[in-house]
């Protein structure tokens, strides 16, 4: 079935880096946009980033332009998300998330990840 | 950036009765909205996209409506399982793409 899984979560100290991994199946993953989105804890869901089905279109969220960066391997039907600089408000839990339709990444979001926690803390 | 604003942020309804959350944009996104339910715990589920539409799966019960600046989510009688937080969002213009801050519905 249509599953997205994500990986690479965990504790982390003010100022290192991590690296998400989010690995689709069940659909066609080279023609779709993907995005990520977070969720820190007790609170709303933030947009933070994403990458058009080819990987040629790239947007990010103010809070992490410059610090994150989002990319995709077709090959490998896996999305990833490099943070650097982490800070303490990028705590949350990180989704990815598919778009409905094909060839397009401004749509709605269809398929979510279950989600990986990243805690930035010293 | 457009900003999407939920009313009420709780809702207190009993089982068997009808829900209305209301969901207002702070400039036009046309018919580019989406509702999201999200239980604790769990990831956000997409209910409704291009503000009427349900997505796969989704039950009857549930129905948008609304264009412009101004949506409404219903549901028309809650079931045990409806009790959740509920999430609008634009994907009209952007990025960002944003979200609204979430309408929780409780048991009554």
């Known amino acids: 079935q249509v599953q997205l899984v994500e990986s690479g979560g965990g504790v982390v100290q003010p100022g290192r880096s991590l690296r998400l991994s989010c690995a689709a199946s069940?659909?066609?993953?080279?023609?779709?946009?993907m995005h990520w989105v977070r969720q820190a804890p007790g609170k709303g869901l933030e947009w933070v980033a994403v990458?058009?089905?080819?990987?040629?279109?790239?947007y990010y969220a103010d809070s992490v332009k410059g610090r994150f960066t989002i990319s995709r391997d077709n090959s490998k039907n896996t999305l990833y998300l490099q943070m650097n600089s982490l800070r303490a408000e990028d705590t949350a839990v990180y989704y990815c998330?598919?778009?409905?339709?094909?060839?397009?990444?401004?749509?709605?979001?269809?398929?979510w990840g279950q989600g990986t926690m990243v805690t930035v803390s010293s | 950036e457009i900003v999407m604003t939920q009313s009420p942020a709780t809702l207190s309804v009993s089982p068997g009765e009808r829900a209305t959350l209301s969901c207002r944009a702070s400039?036009?996104?046309?018919?580019?909205l989406a509702w999201y339910q999200q239980k604790p715990g769990q990831a956000p589920r997409l209910l409704i996209y291009?503000?009427?539409t349900r997505a796969t799966g989704i039950p009857a019960r549930f129905s948008g409506s609304g264009s412009g600046t101004e949506f409404t989510l219903t549901i028309s009688s809650l079931q045990s399982e409806d009790f959740a937080v509920y999430y609008c969002?634009?994907?009209?213009?952007?990025?960002?793409?944003?979200f609204g801050g979430g309408t929780k519905v409780e048991i009554k």
């Open positions: 998330a598919k778009v409905i339709g094909d060839y397009v990444f401004t749509d709605a979001f269809d398929i």
């Open positions: 069940g659909f066609t993953f080279s023609s779709y946009g």
């Open positions: 990458i058009s089905y080819d990987g040629s279109n790239k």
């Open positions: 400039q036009s996104v046309s018919s580019n």
């Open positions: 291009g503000a009427s």
């Open positions: 969002q634009q994907y009209n213009n952007w990025p960002p793409c944003t």
